[in-house]
């Protein structure tokens, strides 16, 4: 991939705005707080993964959108946030996915065995405007062009695909369309085509086994090691062995989680042959815990064990001045799973989805396959500077990604009790030219602030250490 300019000048920033800004700006002084606010549980159990975290963040402006999801939440609550003509009490009380973004789009395989694309991450999934879901999402793409050297006019037309994708899905919905779904079945456009060949490739050859575990005199068990190599000393993905007491939690959530299925197993189908911790994924998640679990499969020969992983799940970000009450839940894995049931157009889009806990510990277990694989940043990047794909396919992806989000909106029901295509086609209205023109406004007003605030985040570390100021009691 093309060197991005902006990180080495960032830190060439750091260097030189010195310790003076946090007091002398309140903004910095505000976005120094909110980062430590929202990461303090992790920073108090887990101080040196949340360094990490922060350093990973620091390395390139996505990464610093995917892991500032509370300052987007806080900025859109806070006087002089660009407002919404769009609004209603009801729209307001949608099912939102949290977080979308380019990379939390990718691929599933359900039963049918028909490739289908789809969002893929519900931690931050709960209760609010629709319009902050399609202001993030469009924020997402700004950013990912950002780090491809975008012109600003390029820009605003990608966010205005994603907004229009999402105008037309709703119109479509309303008119009595069928729910908007892109599988392998029809050409949906360069980058989502070559996502869901690659993952169907992969997952047939079964790569996520053969990374994470190995095969010796006929048994298969867990790999150690670094999958990944690190870099910069940041670990990217490594695989290790647990502690007795550890493995034993892991058993005994495995146990519990069949139950959460849609589909039962057979018997036997989660013996567990082996358990490992996971470290290096993801960015918002990159400090929290994460395990492998591999099990036996439908019958005891090697072909058809399965992986499994579980991933901790935290409180989502509010939104901002709602504070509403959100369904009742056992625990974080079950609202996650709940949602993504809800907001995918088939609910066994991912068949082995569960959830279990071991409080305060909450876990949503999926299978650990390349049948799933996620929208990468880097590659549209790069092969956007190789010329291989052009704009006009990133705007393809936007108007898929706006059309998904609207059907996810429009699907799931509302606090209210309603599906949610009502209330938002009702605040549309006969303005769908407005609702794209105000995001796009939105958005490039977001921007500057958004690349002042990740040239502020580089200098904190450089001036403030690794935990922006906050001192962990075990330091």
Not at 190 to 215: C, F, M, Q
Not at 324 to 331: E, H, K, N, V
Not at 449 to 457: Q, T
């Amino acid at each position: 991939m093309r060197a991005h300019p902006l990180p080495a000048l960032l830190v060439t920033l750091a260097a030189l705005t010195g310790c003076d800004a946090p007091a002398d700006d309140p903004r910095v002084a505000w976005l120094q707080s909110t980062l430590v606010e929202d990461n303090r549980i992790l920073l108090e159990r887990s101080p040196d993964a949340v360094a990490d975290k922060f350093r990973k963040m620091a390395s390139r402006p996505y990464y610093f959108f995917r892991g500032s999801m509370a300052v987007f939440v806080g900025d859109a609550g806070r006087p002089g946030a660009t407002p919404t003509r769009f609004g209603s009490g009801p729209a307001s009380r949608v099912l939102l996915l949290g977080d979308p973004h380019p990379e939390n789009l990718g691929s599933y395989r359900p039963p049918s065995g028909v490739m289908v694309f789809e969002y893929n991450d519900f931690d931050g999934a709960t209760y609010g405007p629709f319009h902050q879901d399609v202001r993030r999402l469009g924020l997402g793409f700004a950013v990912a062009l950002l780090e491809a050297g975008a012109e600003p006019a390029v820009v605003g037309s990608i966010v205005e695909a994603a907004a229009a994708g999402y105008v037309a899905g709703v119109g479509s919905l309303a008119a009595g369309a069928p729910p908007f779904e892109v599988t392998d079945r029809g050409p949906s456009g360069e980058i989502v085509d070559d996502l869901l060949r690659r993952a169907a490739r992969d997952g047939h050859a079964r790569e996520a086994l053969d990374e994470y575990t190995v095969v010796e005199g006929g048994v298969r068990s867990m790999f150690f090691g670094d999958v990944e190599r690190p870099t910069d000393g940041l670990i990217n993905d490594r695989v290790e062995p647990l502690e007795a007491e550890e493995a034993a939690l892991v058993r005994g959530l495995v146990a519990d989680y069949p139950a959460t299925l849609l589909t039962a197993r057979p018997a036997g189908f989660f013996a567990i042959k082996g358990i490992s911790r996971r470290r290096g994924a993801g960015v918002s998640s990159y400090p929290l815990r994460r395990y492998y679990v591999l099990v036996e499969g439908e019958t005891a020969g090697l072909d058809d064990d399965r992986l499994l992983e579980l991933k901790e799940v935290l409180d989502p970000t509010r939104v901002a001045a709602l504070h509403l009450r959100d369904r009742a839940f056992s625990g974080n894995g079950q609202r996650v799973v709940d949602a993504q049931r809800r907001l995918h157009a088939q609910p066994e889009c991912d068949p082995l989805l569960g959830w279990s806990a071991a409080p305060p510990l909450q876990v949503r277990i999926r299978e650990r396959t390349k049948y799933q694989k996620g929208i990468d940043v880097a590659r549209i990047v790069e092969r956007l500077d190789e010329r291989r794909w052009t704009l006009d396919d990133v705007a393809q992806l936007a108007d898929v990604a706006g059309r998904l989000l609207a059907r996810s909106h429009a699907r799931a029901e509302t606090l209210d009790g309603v599906a949610g295509l009502g209330p938002i086609a009702d605040a549309l209205a006969d303005d769908g030219a407005g609702f794209v023109a105000e995001t796009r406004a939105a958005v490039l007003t977001e921007l500057p602030r958004f690349e002042a605030d990740y040239a502020a985040f580089v200098a904190l570390l450089a001036e403030e250490g690794p935990w922006l100021g906050y001192r962990p009691a075990s330091r």
